[in-house]
C-alpha cells in the first residue's frame, strides 16, 4: 500500500523558517505530481504547492509566493516544502498527497500531517 | 485562481436521509472536479473524481454530478459513518483549489 509520512512540523517564531519532509514508499515516486495542502486549526482545507515529476514545473497559492519552496529529491522518494518569513496565519496541519495519474489528478494518498505552529 | 463555494456551509441530517452538497466554480473546469471526506483529526479521503467517478472502496451511496462551473454530491441513504466534512476541489488549473467544506451533522 501507498505510504506518506511527513515530518519537520513544529514550533517557530514569526519570521522564523522551517522545512517540511514527505517520505514516500511503495510507488515510483518519480512518476507523480506531488503536493502540500493545509489546514488551519478549525478551518478548512488550503492547497498550497504542487511539483511536477522532475521537479520542472512549481506552483503555489498567492499567499506563500515568495515565501515557501517545493522541491522533491527522486532518488530519495522525498519532498520537501522549505517554508521561510513564516507568518502567524501560516499555522496549521501540513499534508503531503499525491497526485493520481489515471484520475486527473485528484490527490489519491494522504500523508498523516505534520503540525506547524507559528507564534511567539 | 479559480475560486470554488460549496453550499450549504453545514447540514443536519438524519441516518437514512438523503443529503446534497453544492459546489460551484468561478470559471469552467470541465469534469477536473473531485470530492473529499474529511472525519475530525484525520487526513482527507477521496471519494469521487473527475466529477462522477467513485474510488475504489467507496460505497454506491455516493454519487457526484456536474460540468463546467455547478457540481453535486449526493448521499442517497445517509450511514453513521458519513457524518463527516466533505470538500470539492478543482483539478483543472495547476493550481488547485477546495471549496471551503460543507459539515455534515447528526439531526
Known amino acids: 500500500e501507498v505510504e506518506l509520512v511527513e515530518s519537520g512540523g513544529g514550533l517557530v517564531q514569526p519570521g522564523g523558517s522551517l522545512r517540511l519532509s514527505c517520505g514516500a514508499t511503495?510507488?515510483?515516486?518519480?512518476?507523480?505530481?506531488m503536493t502540500w495542502v493545509r489546514q488551519a486549526p478549525g478551518k478548512g482545507l488550503e492547497w498550497v504547492a504542487n511539483?511536477?515529476?522532475?521537479?520542472?514545473?512549481?506552483n503555489y497559492v498567492d499567499s506563500v509566493k515568495g515565501r515557501f519552496t517545493i522541491s522533491r529529491d527522486n532518488a530519495k522518494s522525498s519532498m520537501f516544502l522549505q517554508m521561510n518569513s513564516l507568518r502567524v496565519e501560516d499555522t496549521a496541519v501540513y499534508y503531503c498527497?499525491?497526485?493520481?495519474?489515471?484520475?486527473?489528478?485528484?490527490?489519491?494518498?494522504w500523508g498523516q500531517g505534520t503540525p506547524v505552529t507559528v507564534s511567539s | 485562481d479559480i475560486q470554488m463555494t460549496q453550499s450549504p456551509s453545514s447540514l443536519f441530517a438524519s441516518v437514512g436521509d438523503r443529503v446534497t452538497i453544492t459546489c460551484r466554480a468561478s470559471?469552467?473546469?470541465?469534469?477536473?472536479l473531485n470530492w473529499y471526506q474529511q472525519k475530525t483529526a484525520t487526513a482527507p479521503k477521496l471519494l469521487i473524481y473527475?466529477?462522477?467517478t467513485l474510488q475504489r472502496g467507496v460505497p454506491s451511496r455516493f454519487s457526484g454530478s456536474g460540468f463546467g462551473t455547478a457540481f453535486t454530491l449526493t448521499i442517497s441513504s445517509m450511514q453513521p459513518e458519513d457524518f463527516a466534512t466533505y470538500y470539492c476541489?478543482?483539478?483543472?488549473?495547476?493550481?488547485?483549489?477546495f471549496g471551503q467544506g460543507t459539515k455534515v451533522q447528526i439531526k
Open positions: 498527497a499525491r497526485e493520481s495519474r489515471s484520475q486527473l489528478r485528484s490527490f489519491d494518498y
Open positions: 511503495r510507488f515510483m515516486f518519480s512518476n507523480y505530481w
Open positions: 511539483i511536477k515529476e522532475d521537479g520542472s514545473e512549481k
Open positions: 470559471q469552467s473546469v470541465s469534469t477536473s
Open positions: 473527475t466529477t462522477s
Open positions: 476541489q478543482q483539478s483543472y488549473t495547476a493550481t488547485r483549489t
